[in-house]
């Protein structure tokens, strides 16, 4: 091997690659894209937690404890209801991942040197994000503790014992979690991946041709792209579903025809997705690669990985135009709640606004392309 021709094809092959306009944004955008995203969205660090606390004490060191914890950098929203179904009614809309509830007798007890209890209730949907929580409010809890004990001048071990309950998933198991998410994750790449390629497939095999001078109406090749995605996207979640029920004993607590009208929204605005992709690309390859650029920045964005309020506020907005965000919210509901239909509907008509958005851009590129 000579150097110098080595040389010359390493510089022809540099010269391709910049003066292909294509190429240098394949090379520069989604690299600068996924960085952003990566260095906001993907963090495992829980911040700006809401909480809400019930207080039937009103005592100095309840008012003290509460103090303290509306301090904690990690706590941006702390509200406060006056009845104990007021806190678990926002644990269960999920208007707070954590809830703190205080006796009437805790400053009492706790001013002749008892040990008085507090409940904290935690979002069990929310796994990671509530074990995180946990560990902020038991550290909070025990320096206040240990400041209550050097006030008093007493050697107990501990002052104010804290009873820890966490809701629709009680053990906070993990795979509770994981499993039900992966349902909305891989219906979408499945039906990203079907729709992506069908067109880019057929004029890489000379097929799309035939289309061009067939009978059919435009609607009917979008029809004809969409009905074998939706299916393949639905039979795929509903095999993971079954899966997640029989070998890892996740409950499914909700309705079933809301979940598969749910899932049906969801694919379809997917689909759309899918078709402006095929729309836009000459091959597989590019194809892939458009799909790949797509599901990054969605699976972090979605609240999969991080909690949605744990991202920056400028970021927050754009999760609400990612459908796979809306999904989670049901799928959770549905898997280890019994949601209701309203609670449902009303995470599904963002979707709905989506899918008609996406199949509509699709369609028009579709017509675009084939004019």
Not at 176 to 187: E, N
Not at 350 to 370: D, E, N, S, V, Y
Request: net charge positive; hydrophobic share 50%; aromatic share 10%.
């Amino acid at each position: 091997m000579k150097w110098v021709r080595l040389k010359a094809i390493v510089i022809k092959e540099l010269l391709a690659i910049l003066r292909d306009k294509k190429a240098r944004l394949i090379l520069v955008i989604p690299p600068l894209l996924q960085l952003i995203l990566f260095a906001n969205a993907a963090t495992l660090e829980v911040r700006n937690i809401s909480i809400v606390y019930c207080n039937q004490d009103g005592g100095w060191y309840s008012h003290e404890l509460i103090q303290r914890i509306k301090g904690s950098p990690y706590f941006s929203h702390v509200y406060e209801v006056k009845q104990s179904k007021d806190l678990k009614a926002a644990i269960d809309e999920q208007k707070a991942i954590v809830g703190l509830e205080i006796q009437s007798d805790f400053s009492r007890i706790l001013g002749q040197g008892g040990m008085p209890k507090i409940q904290i209730i935690l979002d069990g949907r929310k796994t990671n994000s509530s074990q995180i929580v946990q560990g902020y409010v038991a550290r909070i809890i025990q320096n206040f503790n240990n400041d209550i004990l050097a006030l008093q001048n007493i050697n107990h071990v501990q002052s104010v014992t804290v009873d820890f309950r966490s809701w629709f998933n009680p053990n906070l198991d993990y795979v509770w979690y994981t499993v039900p998410h992966l349902v909305g994750i891989l219906s979408m790449v499945i039906g990203l991946i079907v729709t992506a390629l069908s067109v880019a497939r057929e004029r890489e095999m000379g097929t799309f041709d035939q289309l061009l001078v067939s009978p059919l109406e435009i609607r009917e090749i979008l029809a004809g792209k969409m009905i074998p995605a939706m299916f393949i996207g639905i039979s795929e979640s509903t095999l993971i579903m079954i899966l997640a029920m029989s070998i890892y004993k996740i409950p499914f607590q909700g309705s079933f025809l809301l979940f598969y009208l749910s899932l049906i929204v969801f694919v379809i605005s997917i689909i759309g997705i899918g078709l402006f992709i095929s729309s836009l690309s000459q091959t597989q390859q590019q194809a892939t690669l458009g799909t790949f650029v797509f599901i990054m920045p969605t699976i972090l964005l979605s609240g999969f990985a991080t909690p949605i309020e744990n991202m920056p506020t400028w970021l927050q907005p754009f999760t609400w135009v990612i459908p796979l965000s809306h999904l989670f919210v049901i799928i959770k509901g549905l898997f280890l709640k019994n949601m209701g239909a309203m609670e449902v509907l009303w995470n599904i008509w963002p979707m709905i606004i989506i899918a008609l958005f996406t199949l509509t851009i699709a369609g028009w590129m579709f017509k675009r392309r084939l004019e």
